[in-house]
């Protein structure tokens, strides 16, 4: 017949007050005597404390930062019969008449204050999700490695040491061997020299803004300029604005570009490519998909414009008008941004000469796109007013050489300047 027990801390030394820095089991779990319940961390040492039975959980009685010694209650389990628990030290287990005692013991505890600072916290939190021994996580807390980023080959998807090893090399592969050495921000106290306000990031600046750390840190950023002559295409654009209006939507240059990007990435496949993740192979894509910077009142969001090599340039300027509205009023859905292969920001509608865009990773180059000007230029012997379009293309120079970038935005800019091409 099944029988409740209620599970103790067992002998621990002579650690007192040790912190609870993992559950491995849930309510409900079914698990086999041996299994790791918690995991108990002393300043001297980790423990995995394992089941003294094989059993259902009914109830978990202690949490994550909880402090606990000798005797604290950790859980209670449905375990199959007497059989099993004459094999089961005295000392670890009580039954139920005795258990309010234990629950008492257990509340007289006090709770403490586990985690003294809050990276260690917020580390300890990402990881607390994971299945990994004590030293695995006591090392991956040290050189602050997030143990989600791995994949367990452990029994139960339990992370080992040597998963742990293998991520650590590759990291270390892909960083070229170096890792970022920098000294810390200095924490300022700025009303010491003004009045202040302190306004809580969006949700989408956190998010983009570590991407673009890590997309800014990690990939070695060449920009290349250049300057399109776009009066034929302002012409051609002028001609059919009206029309693109009464359709509801608005023939940006943005819309040529698109196009024009699309023949590019045509012409030189490497730009439309990844990176494996272990820096070893170029992934060539055969699609051609677009990401748009957009900008929002909450920050940057790219949404992609798919398939932009099988789309008329109407077509394209719905969508562009669908996907930035979607975008301003946070209705992009996670597909609507994913699977881009280059990207293109404008800037244009705005102003500026030139800026170095930060490449959208895995892709491995983007084109930042500024103000048009009038510009007097040299051609046929005699100046000339045209309507120049700056262009910056900031690529990855462990996939690209400068002088494909430079054929590319080369090409780049004779497309736009002969539009009839796009044809060809
Ligand atoms: N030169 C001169 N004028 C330009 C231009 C350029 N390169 N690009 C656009 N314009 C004009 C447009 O033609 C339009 O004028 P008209 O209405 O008279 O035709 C006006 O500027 C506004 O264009 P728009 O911004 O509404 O449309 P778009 O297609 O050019 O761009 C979008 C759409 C969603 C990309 C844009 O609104 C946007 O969000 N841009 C910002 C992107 C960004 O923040 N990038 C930075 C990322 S890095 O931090």
Redesign the pocket.
């Given at each position: 017949m099944a029988v409740i027990k209620t599970v103790l801390v067992p002998n621990i030394g002579d650690a007192h007050d040790v912190d609870v820095i993992e559950i491995s089991v849930s309510v409900g779990d079914n698990i086999e005597a041996d299994d790791t319940l918690i995991t108990l961390e002393s300043e001297k040492a980790s423990m995995d404390i394992p089941s003294p039975y094989s059993g259902i959980i009914k109830s978990l009685d202690i949490k994550v930062g909880d402090k606990v010694s000798q005797g604290s209650q950790v859980l209670t389990m449905e375990v199959a019969g007497e059989s099993d628990l004459e094999s089961a030290s005295k000392e670890e287990v009580i039954d139920e008449s005795q258990k309010e005692e234990q629950v008492k013991k257990a509340e007289s505890t006090e709770p403490a204050k586990v985690i003294e600072s809050d990276s260690e916290k917020a580390q300890l939190d990402t990881n607390a999700d994971t299945y990994a021994s004590p030293v695995v996580r006591r090392v991956a807390r040290e050189f602050d490695i997030d143990l989600n980023q791995i994949n367990g080959t452990g029994r139960k998807g339990r992370i080992t040491k040597e998963d742990l090893q293998s991520y650590v090399k590759s990291r270390i592969a892909q960083g070229g061997g170096s890792g970022l050495s920098v000294i810390d921000m200095p924490d300022i106290d700025f009303s010491k020299f003004g009045e202040v306000e302190t306004k809580p990031l969006s949700r989408i600046k956190k998010y983009s803004a570590a991407n673009l750390h890590r997309n800014w840190v990690s990939i070695p950023h060449v920009t290349q300029f250049d300057e399109a002559d776009i009066t034929e295409m302002e012409n051609f654009?002028q001609a059919h604005?009206a029309h693109a209006e009464k359709e509801g939507f608005?023939?940006?240059?943005?819309?040529f570009l698109l196009k024009v990007a699309a023949k590019c990435l045509q012409k030189f496949p490497d730009f439309n490519a990844s990176l494996s993740k272990d820096g070893q192979n170029l992934i060539l894509k055969k699609y051609i998909n677009i990401g748009?910077?957009?900008?929002?009142p909450d920050g940057?969001v790219v949404p992609v414009v798919k398939n932009v090599d099988q789309k008329g340039l109407f077509e394209l300027a719905k969508e562009?008008v669908e996907?930035?509205k979607k975008?301003r009023e946070k209705k992009l859905m996670p597909d609507d941004m994913a699977g881009s292969c280059f990207a293109?920001?404008?800037?244009?509608?705005?102003g500026g000469t030139a800026?170095t865009?930060?490449i959208n990773a895995p892709d491995v180059a983007i084109l930042?796109?500024?103000?048009?000007q009038m510009k007097p230029i040299y051609k046929d012997g005699e100046f000339e007013a045209r309507l120049m379009?700056?262009l910056s293309l900031s690529y990855d120079h462990r996939v690209i050489d400068g002088a494909a970038a430079a054929r590319f935005i080369t090409h780049f800019s004779k497309l736009l300047g002969e539009i009839s091409l796009l044809l060809l």
């Open positions: 654009r604005k608005k023939l940006t240059p943005l819309v748009v910077a957009v900008d929002t940057l562009l996907l930035s975008a293109i920001s404008s800037l244009g509608g705005i800026f865009p930060i930042g796109v500024s103000k048009s379009l700056p």
